[in-house]
């Protein structure tokens, strides 16, 4: 099973940006398919952005298409998500996530990180 460590979190203000990283170790990190999930305090666990084990295909939540892009590289058993022009709302927990399944369902993924802490000000 694969071990996922996140970094990159922080304090931005509104309409900058932040790039969080998720390093994985263990398994294979190319067997995954990987995931961005996001938890802000008092709500469920949302799907972000999710990404194929070649890093071919991609998809996000409409609420952050066209601001956030998912990115993985093989060679360094990392997966990124580069976050731009953000907003007060896309203040939460990032967890990284691995899954067997192309999915943006949370269940569906098997191994998760500790999460990393993003708050945008305005």
């Known amino acids: 099973q694969a071990q996922l460590v996140e970094s990159g979190g922080g304090l931005v203000q509104t309409g900058g940006s932040l790039r969080v990283s998720c390093a994985a170790s263990?398994?294979?990190?190319?067997?995954?398919?990987m995931g961005w999930f996001r938890q802000a305090p008092g709500k469920e666990r949302e799907f972000v952005a999710t990404?194929?084990?070649?890093?071919?295909?991609?998809a996000y939540a409409d609420s952050v298409k066209g601001r956030f892009t998912i990115s993985r590289d093989s060679a360094k058993n990392t997966v990124d998500l580069q976050m731009n022009s953000l907003k007060p709302e896309d203040t939460a927990i990032y967890y990284c996530?691995?899954?067997?399944?192309?999915?943006?369902?949370?269940?569906?993924?098997?191994?998760w990180g500790q999460g990393t802490q993003v708050t945008v000000s305005s």
């Open positions: 996530a691995a899954s067997s399944q192309w999915s943006t369902r949370s269940r569906d993924y098997e191994t």
């Open positions: 990404v194929t084990k070649s890093g071919s295909l991609t």
């Open positions: 263990g398994r294979t990190f190319s067997w995954y398919i």
